[in-house]
């Protein structure tokens, strides 16, 4: 795999996945990314939750004629759909992963890009941070929050590549 690709999430799609996942926590948040592409990878402006998604434990669904209804206003905007976030939240002692399972990686479109916020209790406070692995991770108020980033790509076979998340945002909340 060569170079990893980077998504550049503004502050107003960064604080919308963030309020929406723990808005429902122990249950699934799900919504749609607003943006571009760049060469080097996305840049999300917005990340509208879907407020009528059907929210369990550990999924989420949305019924599609409500989608296609929101794609139809969509393809009239001048701002791209390029993929989606929802968020894992902990089971019981089994903690939340901000990576795709395998029903997440089947919903995946080919050249989206896809966001996953895992929530968890929060031990103590964390600073925001960009970590190796290419996720953003840091702690608001009792809730620990880590933030990856996957693109869905076939070559000869579906898969999907981590990306490096950059939001300078995150990291000036503390």
């Known amino acids: 795999m060569g170079e990893r690709k980077n998504i550049y999430v503004k502050e107003k799609a960064f604080l919308s996945m963030i309020l929406t996942a723990i808005e429902v926590y122990h249950k699934e948040s799900l919504g749609i990314l607003l943006g571009h592409r760049t060469p080097d990878g996305f840049v999300v402006e917005y990340a509208i939750p879907y407020q009528t998604a059907e929210k369990g434990l550990s999924w989420v669904e949305l019924k599609p004629e409500r989608a296609e209804r929101l794609q139809k206003v969509l393809d009239r905007l001048p701002i791209s759909l390029i993929g989606d976030f929802h968020s894992h939240t ?3 002692d089994l903690k939340a992963q901000a990576i795709p399972s395998k029903v997440d990686i089947a919903d995946m479109d080919e050249g989206n890009v896809y966001l996953i916020v895992a929530i ?10 960009w970590n190796q692995d290419g996720t953003i991770s840091g702690s608001l108020n009792s809730y ?3 933030i990856g980033a996957s693109i869905c790509t076939k070559n000869g076979r579906w898969k999907f590549e981590k990306a490096k998340i950059h939001c300078s945002f995150a990291m000036i909340i503390g």
């Open 144 to 146: 620990h929050i880590k």
């Open 120 to 129: 968890n209790d929060g031990v103590r406070h964390q600073r925001w941070k």
């Open 90 to 92: 902990e089971l019981g």
